[in-house]
Each structure stands twice: as structure tokens, then as C-alpha cells.
DNA sequence: TTGCGAAATGACAACGTTGTCATTTCGTTA
DNA sequence: TAACGAAATGACAACGTTGTCATTTCGCAA
């Protein structure tokens, strides 16, 4: 217990108390195999001795590199979590860490403010993780020396980006609808401003139409359960109502709810797909079937993309992340 | 648009620009009064022309300080994420940025370890989300120089922490339904190795055993809402059984929905309350009384603290954020 | 115009590492 | 034992900032 009330211990504080040089002390960390065992093992005593841990600025400015990428989060929603999820576990395992800011409630911040700020702070690349529209999102450019990756629904011009495929998620579920002979299919939507909304709408409106359907109007929900609820209560009086699409699974809940207090039946007078695949843990026995996205895997691909970006400059790219139906059975098959 | 191809433009590539010394480039930034407003704009304009931005390794290298707080996810749950807000939106408030860490799934992470390796990266000081025990806890000494908060239900000997107060929580939930005139509560838990389970169990006891009441036998969940169901089967056969906690808002809905399927109303036959306060996104006109904790508060103290034990040196202190029962109409009152 | 104190600016070292290149030490062979 | 090439080690500069202290310039009064 020898420690010394010395501020920081230095490289050059082991060297001295190891007795040989700063170089190789430095040798012993970065290059162990080229230095002698007795040697190596001298100064490692006196890092143990002294308490000795590498000066992180130093490095960095003598390498030019950080080891971190930045994470910029202007939304943080509960999908989020698992991305972040992502991101860290694929950021270790390529030797990095993560260095994050956040936009703050209410404040209104553009990628250029967000850039800016990521630039003064030590990272070598960064990730943008956007669901809803901003300003300067179509005349952004990204720092040269900054790879910068955006996971977004919308196709940027410059940047690449990574995002789930919502559009094809919900053509796929409708398409599930109307393979189980169902020949319309109704829509309640999340909050106007959400991409993630605005995309499963399209998705859905596509596959009708790509089959000749005129979609009904859709109905706005706000992916809380009671607005659900209240679409549920205007479908149950549509006779013509057999399928519905929820933009996530607390809607179409609340629209099933509605339905059974309207004493119709799910799935034999109405069938309900739902979006992220979450009502099992607050529902027993759920029945729900849903499109589940794997977050998990958009922050490994969008953490892939910005090291691969570093390591050699790459041009933009595109990556979609595909969606997956999790089948239960609140659809029915109307074919037989 | 004369820029360089130049790597990186340093202060000394401005000052040639402006011509003006290096050092009066460096107070334009960090001492701008101090320079005269002519030579201001001279500067100014040179660092526009070359694209000029600070290096963070050179600054924090002389200056002995990053502006950045480290955050070990040992666990990444739901509240984590209101949590982190609250972290982020306090960092940025005081002027810091985060570095975080995150355990792989699956790889065992001690204290020390988290610590060491925090300690490589740049720092002023950390917070650990600790919510299950780890080997090491009682052992663990923080590094002296690097001011450590752990946010965690348990006391640490020498570390400061900050934790929600769950068995406050649940001893408030408990006498709500022993002054609404209920005789006796059961208990379904989550998963075992969860310290808010155990907290949450705690507090239940304790409320019960402080009116000389017997807990009886908690039942085992594992925080999704099958294993409460099952556990509503159970309980619906007990007769003496009129008020059930469950430790959260999922499990809560499962006894709900099993007593509603064994034929008895809630609250008029049981009453129910849960934690989290988050069934209303998915359960439309939710009936549910519930205990709700401030997660983003608690991200917000633990935040403060870090900064504060950086700025003054302080020792170690115990935060308790409560919780707030948010009242709906599962509790019936038997006083009547 | 001169002189003076205050304001503005500059020269240089230092922060703790790693890269370059020179020097020393080692193990081998003649 | 001497000589040699390879392995191990060391001296010193450099990375891009900020702090210290010296110097220059400015505004104003005598």
C-alpha cells in the first residue's frame, strides 16, 4: 500500500520507478511480445505498485483515433431500447465504446446541430438514430473526416442509412390478410408525425392497391390503447370491416376490445394484425398476431456500417432491416 | 470553398490564416473578451474558411478533465430507458456528454471490471444501473479519482447510490388497501433474482407484519403476464383472498384477467394493484391502481450527484426517489 | 508630443502518450 | 575470444491544446 497521493501516474512515473525507460513501458502496453519477460514483468510491478492507468486524452492525440462512436438520439421511444441494445453488444465487440447525446424535450435540434456538437467530442464516427422528419434533413452534410450513419425510414443523399423495413412489414401482413381470402383491409395509424407510422401506412396502402383494392379511409390512432379503442368502436359497425391492421400491437388491442364489447368476435368476425409484437407480456394467452421488428439487429448493421465507414471510406449505402410475422391466431381463414 | 484536403486543421493552421498567434486563436474560444472584436472576427472568419474544429484529445489532455460521465448497463430493462433520459437530459444540462458501457448478454460482469474498464476510457466519473447482485458488490472500492454512483436498491459500505424507493412503494400500496378497510393482501413477485422483486416483496411484508397481520405465502412470477394469470387461478380459489399486489402492471393484468375468467369482478370481489403505472398504453380504459416510480428522477439525482462529487470531492450519500400511487378503481373500499 | 497604465497579443513550455531512429545488449558462430 | 546480426531498449520529437509570463499596442492625461 505504497500509493502515492500524486495526482495521476504517468508512464514516465513507472519507467522511473521500474527503472528503465518510458518507451518501454509504452512497449510493455501496446507490444508486450517485444520486450524481455523479466522487463515486462518489472513494469508491470510498478503499475501495480502505482496505480498506473494509460491517460486516455494522451493516447488519443498521439493516435489520432478515439475508439468511440457517437450515438445521437432525437427520439427515445421503447423500440429504442434494443437498438441501443445492439449498438453497445456490436461496439464492444469491434473495440469501441459508445459516446451519446440526446436531444433534450422540446428542444429543436437539426442533424447540423447535432453534428456539430458530436464533432467536439471524442469519436470517430457517429450514428443518428431519427423516426420523425427534421428540417434540414435533405440538405445535411456530414463532416468528411465523421463517417456518419442515419437510421431512418426516409433515403438521405448523402449518408447511409439503415432502417427496419416497415413498408414491407405491412405489405407482408396485409398480403397475409388477403392470402386468407380476406378482401379488404383496415387501417388505424400511430401519431402523424412518426415515420414509423407514416411508412406501415404506405405499406399497407401498396399491397392494396398492387391488388386492385381501393383502400379505405384510414383511421388516426395515437399507439396509445384508447385510441384504439375508439377505432375499434367505428369498425365494429362497418359490415364490410373483416381485417384490421394496427400500427402497433397497444392499438390493436384497444381495437379488439372494442370489438368484443360490440359482442364481435376476434378472429371469427374480425381478424386484427398488430405491429412490434409486445401485447404477450401484458396479455395472457394473447392471440395476437403480429409484425415484429428486430431492433436488435438495426443497431448492429447501423454500428457495422459506421466501422466498416472508418476503417476504409466508404460510399453511402442503403440497409434494410426485413420484418418478421409473428403468427398467432387472430386471423381468420375466410377460403375454406 | 478553398478547402484543404489537409487532414486535420489545427489552431496553429488558423492563426497563419488569421495572422494572429496561436494563443489568441485559443482565448477567441475560450476567452472571447479577451481579444479585441477586429481580431475576433479575423479568427473567426479563418476558422470558417478551414473548417475548424477543436481537437478533443489535445484539450482534455491539458486541461485534465473530459466533460464526460461513464454508464455501466449491467441491466437494460423498460425503466432503463426513462432512466437514461433523465441522465442525458441532466448531462447536458451541466455541460457533460456520456461515454457508456453496456455487460454483453450472457458475460458476467463484476464491479471492478466495469470500473477498469470505464477507467480506460474519457471520464470524470460514472454510474453503475446495477438491478441484480453481482459477485463483487460489497468488496468493490471505486478508483479514488474517479467520484462512482450506483444506482441500486442495496446500501453500498463506501460508494454513493441512488435507488428508487421500492419498498416504500410497496409498503404504501399495502396500507392503501389495509386502511380501504382489507384485511389481508397476497403477493405475486417477479422474477427471483430481480432486487426490485425482492424490494417490492420487502416492503409488502413489512407493511403487513407493522399491523401484526401473517403474510401469506407470495407467489412466484416472472414479471410477464402468463405467470400472473396463473397466478389469478390460484388465488381466485382462496376465499379469504380480497386484495392481491403484484409486482408490476403486466402480471397484474394476468390475475385480473384469470379472476374475471374464474367468474369474479374486480374490484368488486378482489382488488388489485400493480407497479409501473403502464397498462393504460395497452389496456383501453384501464382500471388498474398502481405504483409508479419517478424513473427519469432517479436518472436525474444520480447525474447530480456524479457531478457534484467531481466538482467537491464528497462522501458517500444514499438517495431515495419515492414512488406515487396513481389511483384508479381497482381498490374497493370495504370499510363501507 | 510624451509618458503611463491597461488592454491586447505573443513566445514558449507543458500535458502523457506513441513513432522514428539510434544505441545497447544478447546469443551465436568463427 | 572476437565478431557479428538480431533482439531489446532508449533518447527525443511530435500530436494540438492551454497556462504562464513577457512583450507590444492602445487610449488618455499631462
Chains 1, 2 share one sequence.
Request: with cysteine.
Amino acid at each position: 500500500m505504497a500509493t502515492m497521493d500524486k495526482k495521476n501516474v504517468s508512464m514516465n512515473d513507472v519507467a522511473i520507478a521500474a527503472g528503465v525507460s518510458l518507451k518501454t513501458v509504452s512497449r510493455v502496453i501496446n507490444e508486450p511480445d517485444s520486450v524481455r519477460e523479466s522487463t515486462r514483468d518489472k513494469v508491470h510491478s510498478a503499475m501495480e505498485a502505482l496505480g498506473f492507468r494509460a491517460n486516455f486524452a494522451a493516447r488519443s492525440l498521439k493516435l489520432g483515433r478515439y475508439g468511440c462512436i457517437g450515438v445521437v438520439l432525437f427520439h427515445l421511444s421503447g423500440g429504442a431500447v434494443d437498438m441501443i441494445d445492439g449498438i453497445a453488444d456490436a461496439a464492444e465487440e469491434r473495440g469501441f465504446a459508445l459516446t451519446m447525446i440526446k436531444k433534450r424535450a422540446g428542444e429543436k435540434m437539426t442533424l447540423a446541430e447535432a453534428a456539430r456538437r458530436m464533432s467536439q467530442l471524442p469519436v470517430d464516427g457517429m450514428i443518428f438514430n431519427l423516426r420523425q422528419m427534421v428540417d434540414d434533413f435533405d440538405t445535411f452534410e456530414a463532416p468528411k473526416d465523421l463517417k456518419t450513419v442515419i437510421i431512418t425510414p426516409m433515403e438521405h443523399p448523402t449518408c447511409s442509412t439503415v432502417s427496419d423495413d416497415q413498408e414491407g412489414g405491412a405489405r407482408m401482413a396485409c398480403e397475409y390478410f388477403l392470402n386468407h381470402g380476406h378482401k379488404n383491409v383496415y387501417f388505424v395509424s400511430g401519431k402523424k408525425e412518426s415515420l414509423s407510422s407514416q411508412c406501415r401506412m404506405k405499406g399497407w396502402r401498396a399491397a392494396l392497391e398492387a391488388r386492385g383494392i381501393e383502400p379505405p379511409e384510414p383511421l388516426q390512432g395515437d399507439w396509445n390503447a384508447d385510441s384504439g379503442y375508439a377505432a375499434g368502436l367505428v369498425l365494429a359497425d362497418k359490415p364490410d370491416c373483416t381485417a384490421v391492421l394496427a400500427a402497433n400491437d397497444c392499438m390493436a388491442n384497444g381495437v379488439m376490445m372494442a370489438l368484443r364489447d360490440k359482442g364481435l368476435n376476434v378472429p371469427d368476425d374480425v381478424s386484427v394484425i398488430g405491429f412490434d409484437d409486445e401485447l404477450y407480456k401484458t396479455i395472457p394467452n394473447s392471440i395476437l398476431t403480429s409484425v415484429k421488428f428486430r431492433h436488435r439487429e438495426l443497431g448492429v448493421r447501423a454500428l457495422n456500417e459506421v466501422v466498416a465507414g472508418i476503417e476504409t471510406p466508404s460510399s453511402r449505402s442503403r440497409t434494410l432491416v426485413s420484418g418478421v410475422l409473428v403468427e398467432r391466431s387472430s386471423v381468420k381463414d375466410l377460403r375454406a
